[in-house]
């Protein structure tokens, strides 16, 4: 297995020089674009690795499914898919999904801006503070690693120029979705998209939704199977932005791309995947990463369809 891995990505590290770093959040821009790696977790219990895979970058849109995760456990599948609608969007990640009706919930999509920036007023906690602790314990969880922290000077970044995403919150603000102090809300979001990974913690936490919700080996049970189902199946139609069609016809998993490179994928009961090539396509996903996904799918019959 390992050599399959070592032999795709160096199939695939060609691609990482037709892509771009993302430039719109600043710090971003400063990545290595010939990074790619790769990190493997199966259900029976061994991992594999490859290429750059102990490399740290922020987790970006990858943190989405962990932010609705938490929303599912502090809430309940009806609350939630209240406030926050499960339709394909077909529209990239800071899109306004909604023309000139009033904005619904059902204009929301988890794996979108809007909708995860509304989805962090849905965290339990006293203040926006705790909220984001809770999620970064949750995701520190999830990957079995402590040592996760924010990665400052991208949180910062972001922070400074991230003025689409206050025009979304100042939208969900304007239309009652938000009642809480937009700034705030919105430093729980920058944040949260500045968590600190590696493939391997993307690929642990890909393990538990393949596992509905159980850690490996322990079979310590986090959170109810029906909330693995409900994040699945919305990676499977929105995990890619507006790639997610072609995601699932070539490759056929559910899986969440961000934007500083990462995209973890779901191979349901089977295993945990986590790619780090931060050389994007005009989609805003990892170029070579898909490349690596789609030969790994075809290779090992991943699809799920
Ligand atoms: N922090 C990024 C933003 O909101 C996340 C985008 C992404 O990874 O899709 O602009």
């Given at each position: 297995m390992e050599e399959l891995l070592e032999r795709l990505l160096e199939e695939c590290r060609p691609y990482t020089a037709q892509g771009k770093l993302a430039?719109?959040?600043?710090?971003?821009?400063?990545?290595?674009?010939?990074d790619l790696g790769i990190y493997v977790v199966r259900s029976d219990g061994k991992h594999y690795h490859a290429g750059s895979y102990k490399k740290n970058f922020t987790i970006q849109s990858v943190v989405k499914p962990i932010l609705l995760l938490l929303t599912l456990m502090d809430n309940g599948v009806d609350y939630v898919r209240s406030k926050i609608g499960v339709e394909a969007?077909?529209?990239?990640?800071?899109?306004?999904?909604?023309?000139?009706q009033r904005l619904l919930s059902d204009h929301l999509n988890p794996m979108v801006n809007m909708g995860a920036i509304a989805m962090c007023t849905l965290v339990k906690g006293a203040d926006y503070q705790e909220r984001f602790h809770r999620l970064l314990e949750l995701t520190r969880l999830l990957a079995g690693n402590p040592e996760i922290e924010v990665d400052e000077a991208v949180y910062l970044s972001e922070k400074r120029t991230g003025h689409k995403n206050r025009a979304l919150a100042f939208l969900l603000k304007s239309s009652g979705?938000?009642?809480?102090d937009v700034e705030q809300v919105l430093d729980c979001y920058f944040r949260a998209c500045s968590i600190k990974v590696s493939c391997k913690d993307l690929a642990n936490i890909g393990y538990v939704l393949a596992n509905r919700g159980k850690m490996p080996q322990t079979d310590q049970r986090i959170f109810p199977s029906q909330y693995a189902h409900y994040v699945n199946a919305i990676l499977m139609t929105c995990g890619m932005y507006d790639g997610s069609g072609d995601f699932a016809v070539k490759v056929g998993v559910p899986a969440k791309s961000g934007v500083g490179g990462g995209i973890m994928a779901i191979v349901p009961t089977r295993m945990g995947i986590g790619i780090f090539s931060p050389a994007l396509d005009s989609k805003g996903n990892s170029l070579a990463g898909i490349q690596v996904l789609e030969r790994l799918s075809h290779k090992m019959y991943l699809s799920i369809f």
């Open positions: 430039d719109y959040i600043p710090e971003l821009a400063k990545g290595d674009i010939s969007t077909g529209k990239p990640f800071d899109a306004i999904n909604v023309t000139d979705m938000i009642e809480d």
